[in-house]
Every structure is written in C-alpha cells, then in structure tokens.
C-alpha cells in the first residue's frame, strides 16, 4: 500500500488516499461518465481524506439523486466524488492523480442500463 496524492485543476481541492501500489479501476458507460471518460478508483471512505480545499468542493445530482457528484467550484474538475454503486467509497479519477498507481484491470460497467 502506498499514499497517494491527488486534486482538482485549478489546485484549491487536495485530497490524499491510500492504495495498492496496482490498481483495478472501472470504466462507466453512463451519461455522465461518459462525457468526462471519468477513470474510477474506489477508495474506502476510511482510507480517503481531503488535505485542502473542503470550502470549494459543490456537488450536482441527477437520475436517482444516489451519487453525488463532486466537483470544485472554481475549475468545474470532479476529481473524486460518491458513486452509488459503491456506497463506502469514495471514487476517485485516476487522471487528477499525481504519480497514479499502475492500472492492474480495468473493469467496464454498464451504468447506463443499472
Ligand atoms: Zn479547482
């Protein structure tokens, strides 16, 4: 397992999680993964902590109002958020992470039709 550091564009959201050193991430077909080609890292709540930046994070909910989509209010990047389909994680885009783990698999998830 090894720290890792991770955070919005613009800089003002920084968060940092722990993880293995290889990873799987999934790849989402619904709407909104779709348009961002968001790269998920489930990480569990409790291996997950934002260092900076709690007061810029917003969030945008659609559909069933489960996830919540969150997103930084100054550069608009969702760098992490709550999905529902893993509800003790957080899911974190493997791109807004620095020096990311190695990809073991990747896992493509049909959200479009769950
Ligand atoms: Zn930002």
């Known amino acids: 397992m090894k720290e890792y550091f991770g955070g919005c564009h613009c800089g003002e959201i920084k968060y940092k999680f722990v993880a293995s050193k290889s990873v799987e991430i999934w790849k989402c ?15 569990r709540h409790n291996d997950f902590k934002v260092i900076k930046g709690t007061k810029f994070i917003t969030k945008y909910c659609f ?38 783990p190695e990809i073991k698999n ?3 998830f049909d959200g479009k039709n769950k």
């Open 106 to 108: 990747v896992v493509y």
């Open 29 to 43: 077909n619904c709407s909104i993964c779709t348009i961002q080609d968001y790269e998920h890292l489930f990480i």
């Open 63 to 100: 559909g069933t109002k489960t996830a919540e989509h969150l997103f930084c209010k100054n550069c608009g990047i969702k760098s992490f958020y709550q999905p529902r389909s893993h509800l003790d994680s957080y899911s974190v885009n493997l791109r807004c992470v620095e020096e990311p």
